[in-house]
T-cell receptor, first 113, second 116 residues
Framework: AQSVTQLGSHVSVSEGALVLLRCNYSSSVPPYLFWYVQYPNQGLQLLLKYTTGATLVKGINGFEAEFKKSETSFHLTKPSAHMSDAAEYFC???????????FGTGTSLTVIP | GAVVSQHPSWVICKSGTSVKIECRSL??????MFWYRQFPKQSLMLMATSNEGSKATYEQGVEKDKFLINHASLTLSTLTVTSAHPEDSSFYIC????????????FGPGTRLTVT
């Protein structure tokens, strides 16, 4: 079975500061890993994904994440937070193509001016 | 890129009535679609897997007689909440595996259901 743990349900950073959102996963097979952002009352927007290949993946809006197999982690980072980054972020894992996604509990990011 | 739409985007209904939510893949075919439920301030939880031409597969704890799923075509899955109650109020999101990139899912924009 797959599972995802997001440490920190709420994260606050100052505008311009580093954003670090943590995600650890459990998977019995090589995972496919995803980060999504959700703004209030809206659906999910894909930020980035890891399937195979390079372990450092770059996504939209300046976000990136690194797949670390030894740590079973897929933390999301952004060098400089922007006010528009304030949203809910979800890490998700899938074990096989076409299978369901397993989501973490989400991290609410607040950006302080 | 591929798009998944949902209709309606929000709906308010009275307790005891039924509500149908549509999930459409707009420019690709989806033999499988997934229905998730998201309560306020919580994560997405899979409710059921919708399979075109066959019965849906429900997750443990999800009442199949209450949440009726029909996947009648390769581009449409419907979720009907029967005899809705206030505790069914939630954000319902569907997704479909991306054509040609099955490890990726396209998510619909969600449907906000409020039962009064």
């Amino acid at each position: 079975a797959q599972s995802v743990t997001q440490l920190g349900s709420h994260v606050s950073v100052s505008e311009g500061a580093l954003v670090l959102l943590r995600c650890n996963y459990s998977s019995s097979v090589p995972p496919y890993l995803f980060w999504y952002v959700q703004y209030p009352n809206q659906g999910l927007q894909l930020l980035l994904k890891y399937t195979t290949g390079a372990t450092l993946v770059k996504g939209i809006n300046g976000f990136e994440a690194e797949f670390k197999k030894s740590e079973t982690s897929f933390h999301l980072t952004k060098p400089s937070a922007h006010m528009s980054d304030a949203a809910e972020y979800f890490c998700a894992v899938s074990d096989q193509p076409g299978n369901q996604f397993y989501f973490g509990t989400g991290t609410s990011l607040t950006v302080i001016p | 890129g591929a798009v998944v739409s949902q209709h309606p985007s929000w709906v308010i209904c009275k307790s005891g009535t039924s509500v149908k939510i549509e999930c459409r893949s707009l420019d690709f075919q989806a033999t499988t679609m997934f229905w998730y439920r998201q309560f306020p301030k919580q994560s997405l939880m899979l409710m059921a897997t919708s399979n075109e031409g066959s019965k849906a597969t429900y997750e443990q704890g999800v009442e199949k007689d209450k949440f009726l799923i029909n996947h009648a075509s390769l581009t449409l899955s419907t979720l009907t909440v029967t005899s809705a109650h206030p505790e069914d109020s939630s954000f319902y999101i569907c997704s479909a595996p991306a054509s040609g990139r099955a490890y990726e899912q396209y998510f619909g924009p969600g449907t906000r259901l409020t039962v009064t």
